[in-house]
Nanobody, 120 residues
């Protein structure tokens, strides 16, 4: 009932920037938390950043000062501005949303992921 569509991934050189977007659509009453996670082959999916409906943010230590998460509640969209990118930022980035459905059940949803590659 809820779709998350990510965009903005790609290939960038070290020190460069990318802006990821994730738009939520479907049937739900509200979105409490939206966030970004990343995963490399054979590794766990790790939290990158989250943002609440009121704009409170949380970041992984590895991206603090470089990444900025933001949210447009009217568009049900979350963004991740990534600056000063490093090769170790290379991963598939997944959007996540915790929503309250119209059946009044809290559910978590994942997007399909977007590849970010940082390489010379």
């Amino acid at each position: 009932q809820v779709q998350l569509v990510e965009s903005g991934g790609g290939l960038v050189q070290p020190g460069g920037s990318l802006r990821l977007s994730c738009a939520a659509s479907g049937s739900f009453l509200s979105i409490n938390v939206m966030g970004w996670y990343r995963q490399t082959p054979g590794k766990e999916r790790d939290l990158v950043a989250t943002i609440t409906s009121r704009g409170r943010t949380n970041y992984a230590d590895s991206v603090k000062g470089r990444f900025t998460i933001s949210r447009d509640n009217a568009k049900n969209t979350v963004y991740l501005e990534m600056n000063s990118l490093k090769p170790e930022d290379t991963a598939v980035y997944y959007c996540n949303a915790e929503v309250l459905t119209r059946s009044i059940v809290a559910e978590g949803y994942w997007g399909q992921g977007t590849q970010v590659t940082v390489s010379s």
